[in-house]
């Protein structure tokens, strides 16, 4: 487990069911283009895939183009695997009809005449930092229907692994995971996504005054300082440990495993006040 490319990918994973949500689309009906085939955007497909989105439906874009059947330049076998039988070359050509951008590639990638030609209700996923694919000031010139996220702190709706990767090995290393599955990933970016939706804490609306913090267009995540994240996800991780046969010390009682991690949150909390 690599939490730049894994944690990366179950916040994304997380960001993107919450996002369908909002707008209305079924997973297994959407078409997905990224910007960049690195290692992190590999990481967020491939969970994407075991998540309900078609191989077929995902387009794969990076310095060389598009990601297509027989294509040699800068190619591998994890690239290969989203490799399209199309003459389209450019992202350019394989954003039309679009319905969710992934960018972990570099600034200034994604133009504005692109995002016109994504689908009604886009997601824009616009991840590279410091500067995004595209800003979310220049997507609301050309289109007022886009759902944006950044890796910024100063945007709405900020993918950050550090959302997960603490929790979800609190939760493996407290069941003596030896290995963490697709179930433990699975388990963690479901219980990030039902974060969100949660009635919100007071907590978090102290630590974040002025910003709207209910679930929608610019919620579609919880803050990295929810502290009901650890108390979600370590518990899910570790059940999903269980279930996979891969927990050497299976937790017996959830419930007193909660209240355990609630009282980390409050010493946390005591001791990190001003």
């Known amino acids: 487990f690599h ?20 707008v209305g689309k079924n997973v297994r009906d959407i078409k997905l283009v990224t910007s960049g085939a690195g290692a992190a955007a590999l990481a967020c497909l491939g969970l994407l895939v075991k998540l309900g989105i078609p191989r077929e439906n995902i387009w794969v874009t990076d310095l060389a183009g598009v990601v297509y059947e027989g294509r ?22 394989a954003i039309e009809g679009a319905d969710v951008f992934l960018g972990l590639s570099a600034g200034g990638v994604l133009k504005q005449d692109m ?15 410091p500067t995004p694919e595209i800003t979310p000031e220049e997507v609301r010139e050309v289109r007022d229907d886009a759902i944006m996220a950044t890796g910024r702190t100063d945007y709405p709706n900020q993918v950050n692994n550090v959302l997960c990767f603490p929790y979800i090995f609190r939760g493996a290393l407290d069941a003596g995971a030896s290995t963490i599955t697709d179930k433990m ?7 990030i996504a039902d974060l969100a939706q949660a009635e919100q804490s007071e907590v978090v609306a102290a630590a974040y005054v002025g910003e709207k913090l209910s ?24 059940q999903a440990a269980a279930d996979s046969g891969v927990a050497l010390r299976p937790i017996a009682d959830m419930e007193a495993y909660r209240e355990k991690l609630q009282s980390f949150v409050f010493a946390s909390g005591t001791i990190m006040k001003p």
């Open 215 to 238: 679930f929608g267009p610019e919620y579609l995540i919880p803050k990295p300082f929810d502290p009901r994240l650890m108390m979600k996800i370590a518990p899910a991780v570790a």
């Open 3 to 22: 939490d730049d490319q894994h944690g990366t990918a179950i916040v994304v994973g997380a960001a993107v069911l919450n996002g369908l949500k909002v």
């Open 72 to 93: 040699t330049e800068l190619m591998d076998d994890d690239k290969r695997q989203f490799a399209q039988v199309t003459d389209q070359r450019t992202l350019a050509e």
């Open 185 to 191: 990933e699975i388990a963690a970016v479901h219980a």
């Open 115 to 129: 995002v016109r030609k994504m689908a009604a209700r886009p997601l824009i996923f616009a991840l590279a930092n």
